[in-house]
């Protein structure tokens, strides 16, 4: 069978299925084997933030064995300019979680359907990125943030962006901050060109690929770029001082970009959550191999900055998520408007928090929300007993580096 035929025929099957697919069941933190006195210590942890200023609101939602054991909504979803109070299905900017809910899947489906390869030249999968510093860069190193582009546009490069090509152009000739391979560096440039080559590959724009071949067969439908006017009743807040979550890139390019741009829910993203931990499958929907699960989700390249699978974190100045307990094969996600998603394969639990850090004046911060939460989440397991090395740092991505934990 060719490529191209085995591609569409599974996108059909999976489409086929796509009415079963269905949010997680919730079942308690017993049902899982989860403590609930120490579940309700999360309560107090959320408060204290919102006491500080550091968000005005937040979602909590804690899975294991494909369940819900805990999910509150704290505070408030905003406040200008009008109060309003948050709520379970308050729909989240998820910003960077882009990359890995939509774009990294997208390039291992095409991968696995044979239409694009991880070794493949940027050069040649977008011929405006076939400068000499540029064309030998892999699909691989775009993927885990090695490829040497910058991090993000500088302010002229940036200005020059009003539609999606302009977007892809202008990560097409913004200087470099390295070599290919040499260093690891974070980069929503990487980001952007994966979401031209899948768009180039499997020849649908990234948005509509990721409603038919992810979002909508998983059942995830109130995940979207662009979200229609019927949920904006339950968006979060965000900055109102620009409008934009971070340098609104998202934004000039249309609404559509690999790096950011798609708005999502706890329960949707609980079912992400579940269908990685399932190896790919969730409710009789396969929407990787495990293969390609695998590829992500764990170690595939080592710096001295940290460590990435191909597309999720594993142990890097991001990946304060993770808290102070679970292991250093535990993987997950941030996004610069307040949200992240940590997830842990040995014990098969996820932490989703969603906070709309942003609203209203751009200027709150997560970074101990997350890592207090996932703490918390850890030690409540009643079956599975993480403990944390007495010398072992604060930091736990330094401690993951190291190769303790």
Not at 272 to 277: E, I, K, N, P, T
Request: proline residues 5%; glycine residues 10%.
């Amino acid at each position: 069978m060719k490529p191209r035929i085995r591609f569409v025929l599974a996108c059909g099957l999976a489409a086929a299925a796509m009415a079963a697919a269905a949010a997680l069941p919730v079942s308690g933190p017993d049902a899982v084997q989860m403590d609930p006195a120490r579940l309700v210590l999360i309560d107090a942890v959320v408060a204290r933030g919102i006491r500080r200023g550091d968000y005005p609101g937040a979602v909590v939602l804690i899975g294991r064995h494909g369940q819900v054991a805990f999910q509150r909504a704290y505070g408030d979803r905003t406040r200008i300019p009008r109060r309003e109070s948050m709520q379970l299905d308050t729909v989240f900017d998820v910003a960077s979680l882009t990359k890995v809910l939509v774009t990294a899947p997208a390039v291992m489906q095409l991968r696995e359907a044979g239409r694009l390869s991880l070794e493949e030249r940027l050069g040649d999968l977008v011929p405006a990125c076939s400068s000499p510093e540029r064309r030998d860069i892999r699909v691989r190193q775009l993927l885990a943030h090695e490829s040497g582009l910058r991090g993000v546009f500088t302010a002229p490069l940036l200005r020059q962006i009003g539609n999606y090509q302009d977007g892809v152009a202008m990560a097409c000739v913004e200087e470099m901050s390295g070599l290919p391979g040499a260093q690891l560096r974070y980069s929503d440039l990487n980001y952007i060109l994966l979401g031209e080559i899948v768009r180039r590959a499997s020849g649908e724009d990234l948005d509509q690929y990721a409603y038919r071949h992810i979002l909508r067969p998983l059942g995830m439908k109130e995940t979207y770029f662009n979200p229609p006017a019927a949920l904006h009743a339950r968006l979060a807040g965000e900055d109102v001082m620009t409008g934009e979550v971070e340098n609104g890139v998202a934004t000039r390019m249309g609404g559509v970009s690999g790096h950011s741009g798609l708005y999502s829910t706890a329960a949707d993203l609980a079912v992400f959550s579940a269908m990685l931990l399932n190896g790919g499958v969730w409710q009789g929907v396969r929407i990787l191999s495990q293969s390609s699960v695998k590829l992500m989700t764990t170690a595939q390249v080592h710096h001295a900055r940290g460590t990435r699978g191909y597309g999720f974190d594993v142990a890097s100045g991001f990946s304060g998520s993770r808290g102070a307990l679970f292991p250093c094969d535990s993987y997950g996600h941030t996004g610069y408007s307040g949200v992240s998603m940590w997830l842990d394969p040995d014990s098969d639990t996820f932490v989703i928090v969603l906070a709309n850090r942003l609203h209203p004046d751009g200027r709150g911060d997560v970074r101990l929300l997350r890592a207090e939460v996932a703490t918390i989440a850890a030690g409540a397991l009643r079956d599975v007993h993480y403990t944390r090395a007495a010398d072992a740092p604060l930091n736990p991505a330094r401690r993951c580096r190291a190769g303790r934990g």
